[in-house]
């Protein structure tokens, strides 16, 4: 019978083997702290001897066993100067701890029915490299986040992610981090007309909560709609024919541009009207898909003409019957206002 946990740990030396090696310097700079910090956690859980409650305990030795193996992965194929970073993880002790740690997770997952959730590798590493950040794309948001200030950002987001935190969580990691502090600029550039800057002392995180939610929502849908088209590359690469379509979370709350730009259906290497993906502005829901022709849902056939930015009807797998709903509403109201 298949050990669950060697399945896993089998899954995170692929996912690890797939990145390039630029970028495995900073990933492994945050699962080492990840591990100093799940350690602690760990640590700290089974001081309290809760017993009965074995869950949390056995989230964390998951989620280390599985930065472990990962780290153990990346000491062989990496060069000499991000080697000698993780020696440390290589000695006979250590070695020691992972086997039996190991044998724990296995034995514990058996209580939970043998699931064993994986560690989110390939958005940890967009993050953990930060050239995918969005806050750099933006002047006003660069110039607030600019420096050490934003390296800790990028750290401290890619940790939360490795570690599973949902968004809250993530949140309040950045409000510990304080933000940018003394003279902060809340709107504009200092030489903008309309800039608008305040003196905080204790940091824009810690006095004002939303902006450190605001970028964790943004930045992590980026990281994982990066993902995700790394993973329509490799679909294409095996089985040629795929597209690329905008996906927007259509409610009470859509904004009219991403309304604008849901369904639209682009090449791979295509752009969303100069965008490659998902979010279009800070908070954005939106993700990126992957799609076919003959994913038809309507069983009607698509005309080439019809792929590209003039797309506007629902089509592929994924098309949403509430959207047509949604402009029959608005079409009797502009009749009730011709009217």
Known sequence: MANPVTDLLEHINHEVAKLSTSGLG???????????????????????????DRFTPQMYRNALVQIRGALANIRGPVAEAIASVLRHNGTLAAGLATKHLITEVTRFSQMFEGSIRPIAIEPTAVLAEGKKLLFKKFATSASRYAGQVGEDIRKQLAIGVVRGETVDQLTSRLVRLGGPSGLVYTRGLPDSPHAKAEFIAEGLFKRYRHYAERLVVTETVKAYNECALIGMDELEANDPGYFKRWDAAIDGRTCPYCKEYDDLVVPLD???????????HPRCRCAVVIWRKEWDENRAK????????????????????????IRKRTTKKSKLRED
């Open 26 to 52: 900073k990933l492994t700079e945050v699962l080492d702290s990840a591990e100093v910090e799940l350690s602690r956690a760990l640590s700290s859980w089974t001081a309290l001897g809760k017993g009965a």
């Open 302 to 325: 698509l005309k080439d003409d019809l792929i590209g930015e003039t797309l506007k009807e629902p089509k592929g797998v994924a098309s949403i019957p509430h959207r047509i709903q």
């Open 270 to 280: 295509g752009m969303f009207r100069g965008i490659v993906c998902p979010p279009l």
